[in-house]
């Protein structure tokens, strides 16, 4: 029987153990934590966002974009939801989101492992990859923190640098897969806040509108949604969309970017200035504040007003029409200047690692044969909504049927 040895028993290495052990292979997991599956147990707020209807290989970036297609079709959303199933987990779709219908990510952390378990996968806590060598006579000698194994073949599932503390995600594989002739490529923290050095920005608490963020310096980018402003810079889905972007073209030309807010992002020009008209008309003899008030939280037209110079309390009048018209033009436009992004700690997952170039399509390694990586380890990161899972789910799959030689 051919023996599998998996390092990290996340969501991508306990889907490729679980693959690879129904395929009849005796499969080892080695997990550095104390429990498999820890992520797992943090993801969507605690409540697991699986995967996600709207899905195609355009919501990642990856070294090879052209084989994210392929991988998708051998394993994407329905095998995903048939998968959970296989393991008990109910799910349901919150617009196109998947989630499992306990609204608890333990939920597939737990069936997770019990599968692991009823299948009879060795699975073993507390140990450490240290290091992979191939043998002459096929195979490869696996040394952990607890000793040394042998397998027919590796899955390395160690993860990426993304995450708190406690999920142990501390980039560990990639020198292993450096020192294995893979290539990997540069790691920034993707899916995360961005940060500002402006000090008029509102609220350590926060401030919520729905916004179009603009970044010029790269090619443009936009995202739509709901932009959280705080005292030290902005987040939310939309700025985390674009985070891993930036993270890259901030770490590479050791700059700032600037992001440009437009608080009315569904407005077309013409909606636009209908909309100042009716404010302006409703004006006169109120304060500035008290118009921004009808258009904004208060905290951001206050930031707005003080940008512009402009005392909150100024009643408006006739000679302060104009005035009132570039505060209101504004909205389309606030700048917030982007300095860095948060750590790797506070990030969802890893943008670069291990070079898909030296991957084969069943993500083995070109340069040593018999060694496959999978999930985050690997130089692919998705946009936030259930994608990265995803990925570690079709990874896993991908390289446990291979490994099994299946
Ligand atoms: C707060 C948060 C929320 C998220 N929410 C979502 C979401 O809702 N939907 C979504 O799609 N994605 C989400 N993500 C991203 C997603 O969790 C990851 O992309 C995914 O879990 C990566 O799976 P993985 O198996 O590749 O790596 P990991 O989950 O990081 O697993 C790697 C495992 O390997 C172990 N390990 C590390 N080094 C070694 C070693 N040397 N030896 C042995 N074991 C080792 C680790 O302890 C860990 O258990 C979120 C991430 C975070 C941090």
Redo the contacts with the bound molecule.
Sequence with gaps: MITILI????????CAAITAARQGAHVIL????DI?????S????G?????NEAMSASCYNLSAQGKMEGWLQRFGVAKTLEFMKSLGVVTQSEEGYIYPISGQAVTVQNAMIDEVVRLGVEYITG????KITPVDDGGFEVK?TGGLYKADKVII????L???KS????G??YYIAKSLGMNVTKTYPA?VSLLSDDKDLPSKYGVRMMAGIRIKEIEDLYEYGEVQITSKGISGIPVLQLSGRVAQYMADNKGTVTAFLDFFPTYSDDDFTNMKKDIIEVSRGKTYIQVLDGISNHLIGLMILSRLGIKEDTVIDANSIDDLERVIDNYRNVRINIVATSDYAS???TKGGVDLNDLTDDLESVHTPGVYV????ADVD?R?????????FTS?YIAGMAAAGR
């Design positions: 390092a990290g028993a996340g969501a991508s290495g306990m080695l997990e550095k934590n498999a599956g820890k992520k797992i943090m993801t969507g707020n409540r697991c966002n699986i995967t140990q450490q990859l240290k952990t599932a160690t993860g990426g993304s995450g708190p999920t142990m995600s501390t560990d594989s899916l990030s969802q997952v999978v999930g985050e380890l998705g936030c909504g259930g994608y990265n899972l995803q990925w570690a896993g």
